[in-house]
Protein backbone atom coordinates (compact mmCIF):
# COMPACT_ATOMS: atom_id res chain seq x y z
CA UNK A 1 0.00 0.00 0.00
CA UNK A 2 2.48 2.77 1.19
CA UNK A 3 5.05 1.79 -1.22
CA UNK A 4 2.71 1.69 -4.08
CA UNK A 5 1.02 5.17 -3.00
CA UNK A 6 5.33 6.76 -2.96
CA UNK A 7 5.46 4.78 -6.62
CA UNK A 8 2.37 6.55 -7.76
CA UNK A 9 3.23 10.26 -6.44
CA UNK A 10 7.20 9.45 -7.91
CA UNK A 11 5.27 8.51 -11.35
CA UNK A 12 3.25 12.10 -10.53
CA UNK A 13 6.28 13.82 -10.19
CA UNK A 14 8.07 12.87 -12.71
CA UNK A 15 5.02 13.95 -14.90
CA UNK A 16 5.02 16.98 -13.73
CA UNK A 17 8.92 17.15 -14.76
CA UNK A 18 8.76 16.11 -18.25
CA UNK A 19 5.41 18.15 -19.06
CA UNK A 20 5.45 21.05 -21.27
CA UNK A 21 5.25 24.22 -19.30
CA UNK A 22 4.48 27.99 -21.26
CA UNK A 23 7.65 30.07 -20.55
CA UNK A 24 7.36 31.54 -17.23
CA UNK A 25 7.70 35.36 -16.71
CA UNK A 26 10.19 35.61 -13.29
CA UNK A 27 8.14 38.92 -12.06
CA UNK A 28 4.44 36.69 -12.41
CA UNK A 29 5.86 34.36 -9.16
CA UNK A 30 5.46 35.36 -5.73
CA UNK A 31 8.47 36.39 -3.82
CA UNK A 32 9.54 33.30 -2.35
CA UNK A 33 8.62 31.29 -5.01
CA UNK A 34 11.26 33.51 -7.32
CA UNK A 35 14.24 33.56 -4.88
CA UNK A 36 14.09 29.60 -4.53
CA UNK A 37 13.57 28.98 -8.30
CA UNK A 38 16.82 31.33 -8.93
CA UNK A 39 18.24 29.45 -5.80
CA UNK A 40 17.73 26.17 -7.78
CA UNK A 41 19.07 27.56 -10.84
CA UNK A 42 21.93 29.03 -9.47
CA UNK A 43 22.74 25.86 -7.91
CA UNK A 44 22.41 24.29 -11.62
CA UNK A 45 19.19 22.28 -11.63
CA UNK A 46 17.67 23.18 -15.42
CA UNK A 47 15.64 25.91 -16.07
CA UNK A 48 12.95 23.69 -17.16
CA UNK A 49 13.14 21.50 -14.29
CA UNK A 50 13.02 24.42 -11.53
CA UNK A 51 10.27 26.50 -13.89
CA UNK A 52 7.98 23.22 -13.81
CA UNK A 53 9.05 22.70 -9.67
CA UNK A 54 7.43 25.82 -9.06
CA UNK A 55 4.77 26.64 -11.04
CA UNK A 56 3.53 23.22 -9.07
CA UNK A 57 4.08 24.69 -6.16
CA UNK A 58 2.36 27.71 -7.69
CA UNK A 59 -0.44 25.67 -8.35
CA UNK A 60 -0.86 23.60 -5.40
CA UNK A 61 -0.05 26.01 -2.68
CA UNK A 62 -2.14 28.77 -0.66
CA UNK A 63 -1.36 32.22 -0.99
CA UNK A 64 -0.75 32.74 2.99
CA UNK A 65 1.10 29.77 2.61
CA UNK A 66 3.43 31.03 -0.59
CA UNK A 67 4.19 33.87 1.96
CA UNK A 68 6.28 31.47 3.88
CA UNK A 69 9.24 30.99 3.11
CA UNK A 70 10.18 28.51 4.85
CA UNK A 71 6.92 26.61 3.75
CA UNK A 72 7.70 26.92 0.59
CA UNK A 73 11.42 25.77 0.89
CA UNK A 74 9.92 22.82 2.75
CA UNK A 75 7.27 22.02 -0.37
CA UNK A 76 9.54 22.77 -2.90
CA UNK A 77 11.97 19.84 -0.64
CA UNK A 78 9.00 17.03 -1.04
CA UNK A 79 8.72 17.36 -4.40
CA UNK A 80 12.04 16.85 -4.85
CA UNK A 81 12.11 14.16 -2.64
CA UNK A 82 9.77 12.37 -4.47
CA UNK A 83 11.89 12.44 -7.56
CA UNK A 84 14.80 10.68 -6.50
CA UNK A 85 15.02 7.20 -6.09
CA UNK A 86 17.67 5.27 -3.18
CA UNK A 87 19.75 1.90 -2.82
CA UNK A 88 20.16 2.64 1.01
CA UNK A 89 23.55 1.99 0.16
CA UNK A 90 23.87 -2.11 -0.27
CA UNK A 91 21.38 -2.56 2.40
CA UNK A 92 18.47 -2.27 -0.36
CA UNK A 93 19.97 -5.71 -2.26
CA UNK A 94 18.18 -8.27 -2.11
CA UNK A 95 20.67 -11.24 -2.39
CA UNK A 96 22.13 -12.11 0.55
CA UNK A 97 25.75 -11.72 -0.92
CA UNK A 98 26.11 -8.45 -2.11
CA UNK A 99 28.36 -8.28 -5.26
CA UNK A 100 28.92 -5.05 -6.18
CA UNK A 101 31.14 -4.01 -9.33
CA UNK A 102 31.90 -0.04 -9.72
CA UNK A 103 32.18 1.09 -13.41
CA UNK A 104 33.11 4.07 -14.65
CA UNK A 105 35.41 6.52 -16.75
CA UNK A 106 38.65 7.13 -15.61
CA UNK A 107 39.36 9.40 -12.54
CA UNK A 108 36.07 9.79 -10.50
CA UNK A 109 37.30 7.70 -7.63
CA UNK A 110 36.38 3.85 -8.00
CA UNK A 111 39.08 2.26 -5.97
CA UNK A 112 39.31 4.57 -3.33
CA UNK A 113 35.14 4.36 -3.41
CA UNK A 114 36.00 0.05 -3.41
CA UNK A 115 38.26 0.96 -0.15
CA UNK A 116 35.53 2.77 1.43
CA UNK A 117 33.00 0.09 0.97
CA UNK A 118 34.55 -2.68 1.90
CA UNK A 119 35.54 -0.89 5.07
CA UNK A 120 32.21 0.42 5.88
CA UNK A 121 30.95 -3.53 5.11
CA UNK A 122 33.68 -4.65 7.63
CA UNK A 123 33.71 -2.03 10.64
CA UNK A 124 30.11 -1.05 10.15
CA UNK A 125 28.41 -4.27 9.65
CA UNK A 126 30.71 -6.89 10.45
CA UNK A 127 30.56 -8.58 7.22
CA UNK A 128 32.77 -10.94 5.61
CA UNK A 129 34.51 -9.11 2.52
CA UNK A 130 36.82 -10.04 -0.48
CA UNK A 131 37.65 -7.59 -3.47
CA UNK A 132 38.55 -7.97 -7.11
CA UNK A 133 39.96 -6.34 -9.64
CA UNK A 134 39.10 -6.63 -13.19
CA UNK A 135 42.50 -5.32 -14.83
CA UNK A 136 42.47 -5.71 -18.84
CA UNK A 137 44.85 -3.05 -19.50
CA UNK A 138 47.70 -3.56 -16.49
CA UNK A 139 46.85 -0.44 -14.51
CA UNK A 140 48.39 0.35 -10.95
CA UNK A 141 45.40 1.20 -9.33
CA UNK A 142 45.03 -2.64 -9.02
CA UNK A 143 48.49 -2.57 -6.90
CA UNK A 144 46.78 0.41 -4.90
CA UNK A 145 43.90 -1.96 -3.93
CA UNK A 146 45.95 -4.86 -3.25
CA UNK A 147 47.82 -2.81 -0.63
CA UNK A 148 44.92 -1.94 0.72
CA UNK A 149 43.55 -5.29 1.25
CA UNK A 150 46.69 -6.69 2.58
CA UNK A 151 45.69 -3.47 5.00
CA UNK A 152 42.42 -4.38 6.10
CA UNK A 153 43.39 -8.22 5.84
CA UNK A 154 40.66 -9.18 3.37
CA UNK A 155 41.37 -11.76 -0.19
CA UNK A 156 42.35 -9.97 -3.14
CA UNK A 157 42.18 -11.36 -6.49
CA UNK A 158 43.39 -9.67 -9.93
CA UNK A 159 41.18 -10.77 -13.04
CA UNK A 160 40.97 -10.49 -16.89
CA UNK A 161 38.17 -11.68 -17.93
CA UNK A 162 34.54 -13.43 -17.05
CA UNK A 163 35.12 -16.84 -16.44
CA UNK A 164 38.21 -16.02 -14.20
CA UNK A 165 35.96 -13.35 -12.83
CA UNK A 166 33.13 -16.32 -12.16
CA UNK A 167 35.38 -18.71 -11.02
CA UNK A 168 36.63 -16.51 -8.10
CA UNK A 169 32.87 -15.22 -7.05
CA UNK A 170 32.22 -18.94 -6.69
CA UNK A 171 35.17 -19.44 -4.60
CA UNK A 172 33.82 -16.80 -2.78
CA UNK A 173 30.61 -18.50 -1.66
CA UNK A 174 30.80 -18.11 2.37
CA UNK A 175 32.12 -13.77 2.11
CA UNK A 176 29.46 -11.51 2.78
CA UNK A 177 30.31 -9.25 0.63
CA UNK A 178 32.41 -9.05 -2.92
CA UNK A 179 33.24 -5.52 -4.08
CA UNK A 180 34.85 -5.54 -7.68
CA UNK A 181 37.19 -2.78 -8.87
CA UNK A 182 36.94 -1.69 -12.78
CA UNK A 183 39.58 -0.33 -15.44
CA UNK A 184 38.88 3.39 -15.61
CA UNK A 185 37.33 3.59 -19.16
CA UNK A 186 36.63 6.44 -21.64
CA UNK A 187 33.04 6.58 -23.12
CA UNK A 188 34.56 7.39 -25.96
CA UNK A 189 36.77 4.24 -26.45
CA UNK A 190 33.98 1.85 -27.50
CA UNK A 191 36.44 -1.41 -27.62
CA UNK A 192 37.34 -1.24 -24.08
CA UNK A 193 33.16 -0.72 -23.45
CA UNK A 194 32.48 -3.61 -25.21
CA UNK A 195 35.60 -5.77 -23.32
CA UNK A 196 33.78 -4.20 -20.15
CA UNK A 197 29.86 -5.33 -21.31
CA UNK A 198 31.58 -8.89 -22.20
CA UNK A 199 32.27 -9.30 -18.23
CA UNK A 200 29.20 -6.75 -16.81
CA UNK A 201 26.51 -7.89 -19.01
CA UNK A 202 24.34 -9.86 -16.97
CA UNK A 203 21.52 -9.02 -14.56
CA UNK A 204 21.03 -10.07 -11.44
CA UNK A 205 24.01 -11.62 -9.70
CA UNK A 206 25.97 -8.59 -9.77
CA UNK A 207 25.09 -5.09 -8.92
CA UNK A 208 26.44 -2.43 -11.09
CA UNK A 209 27.28 0.70 -9.63
CA UNK A 210 28.10 3.58 -12.10
CA UNK A 211 30.19 6.22 -10.23
CA UNK A 212 30.45 9.69 -11.02
CA UNK A 213 31.92 12.57 -10.22
CA UNK A 214 29.47 15.17 -8.95
CA UNK A 215 32.19 18.42 -10.62
CA UNK A 216 31.72 16.57 -14.25
CA UNK A 217 30.10 18.63 -16.40
CA UNK A 218 26.11 17.44 -17.06
CA UNK A 219 26.69 16.80 -21.00
CA UNK A 220 29.92 14.53 -19.56
CA UNK A 221 27.79 12.95 -17.13
CA UNK A 222 24.98 12.12 -19.72
CA UNK A 223 27.17 10.84 -22.21
CA UNK A 224 28.95 8.76 -19.85
CA UNK A 225 25.33 7.22 -18.04
CA UNK A 226 24.24 6.52 -21.97
CA UNK A 227 27.73 4.72 -22.91
CA UNK A 228 27.89 2.49 -20.01
CA UNK A 229 23.72 1.64 -20.31
CA UNK A 230 25.06 -0.93 -22.95
CA UNK A 231 25.35 -2.87 -19.53
CA UNK A 232 22.65 -2.66 -16.82
CA UNK A 233 23.21 -0.27 -14.64
CA UNK A 234 21.61 -0.99 -10.93
CA UNK A 235 22.66 2.35 -9.45
CA UNK A 236 24.77 5.40 -9.32
CA UNK A 237 27.56 6.62 -6.91
CA UNK A 238 28.62 10.20 -7.21
CA UNK A 239 31.94 10.96 -5.88
CA UNK A 240 33.80 14.27 -5.06
CA UNK A 241 30.58 16.12 -3.45
CA UNK A 242 33.35 18.28 -1.27
CA UNK A 243 35.05 19.25 -5.07
CA UNK A 244 31.79 20.93 -6.24
CA UNK A 245 30.26 24.18 -5.37
CA UNK A 246 26.55 23.32 -7.12
CA UNK A 247 24.90 20.40 -6.94
CA UNK A 248 21.89 20.58 -9.41
CA UNK A 249 23.11 18.33 -11.61
CA UNK A 250 22.81 15.22 -9.67
CA UNK A 251 18.80 15.62 -9.80
CA UNK A 252 19.43 16.74 -13.61
CA UNK A 253 20.53 13.17 -13.50
CA UNK A 254 17.94 11.68 -11.39
CA UNK A 255 14.77 12.95 -13.17
CA UNK A 256 16.58 12.24 -16.71
CA UNK A 257 18.05 8.66 -16.14
CA UNK A 258 15.73 7.87 -13.16
CA UNK A 259 18.87 5.57 -11.97
CA UNK A 260 18.63 4.89 -7.82
CA UNK A 261 21.67 6.54 -5.95
CA UNK A 262 23.62 4.38 -3.93
CA UNK A 263 26.44 6.30 -2.28
CA UNK A 264 27.79 9.98 -2.08
CA UNK A 265 31.34 10.51 -1.62
CA UNK A 266 32.90 14.01 0.09
CA UNK A 267 36.60 13.41 0.33
CA UNK A 268 39.50 10.88 1.02
CA UNK A 269 39.36 9.47 4.22
CA UNK A 270 38.51 5.48 4.22
CA UNK A 271 35.46 5.05 4.98
CA UNK A 272 34.72 8.16 7.13
CA UNK A 273 34.09 10.10 4.05
CA UNK A 274 31.61 7.61 2.60
CA UNK A 275 28.05 8.45 3.01
CA UNK A 276 24.49 6.28 2.26
CA UNK A 277 22.81 8.12 -0.55
CA UNK A 278 19.89 9.74 1.18
CA UNK A 279 16.84 12.03 -0.57
CA UNK A 280 17.02 14.20 2.64
CA UNK A 281 20.94 14.54 1.94
CA UNK A 282 20.55 15.03 -1.81
CA UNK A 283 17.66 18.07 -1.27
CA UNK A 284 19.54 19.65 1.35
CA UNK A 285 22.48 19.97 -0.97
CA UNK A 286 20.25 21.84 -3.66
CA UNK A 287 18.17 23.94 -1.18
CA UNK A 288 20.12 24.06 2.20
CA UNK A 289 17.24 23.12 4.46
CA UNK A 290 19.56 22.69 7.40
CA UNK A 291 20.81 26.29 6.68
CA UNK A 292 17.28 27.21 7.41
Known sequence: GELKHELGEMRHMLHVLASRTDSLSEPDLPENLLLLYQQMKFSGLEEKFARRLVME?????TEEDLENFAYVKIFLARMLMKIIKIT????????????VALLGPTGVGKTTTVAKIAAEQMRKYKRKVALISVDTNHRSSAEQLRAFAKLIKVPFSVVKDKAEMNRLINS????????????????????Q?????????????IH?????????????????????GCMPIDSIIFTKLD????????????????KPLSFLTLGQKVPED???????RLVDLLLNISGT
Not at 274 to 280: F, H, I, K, P, Q
Open 57 to 61: AQRNM
Open 88 to 99: RGLEGLKPSQRI
Open 172 to 191: YEDYDSIIIDTDGCSQRNDA
Open 193 to 205: LYEMREIFDERGR
Open 208 to 228: NSLVLSATSKDVDMNEVTRKF
Open 243 to 258: ESATYGSLFNHAIRFK
Open 274 to 280: LEVASRE
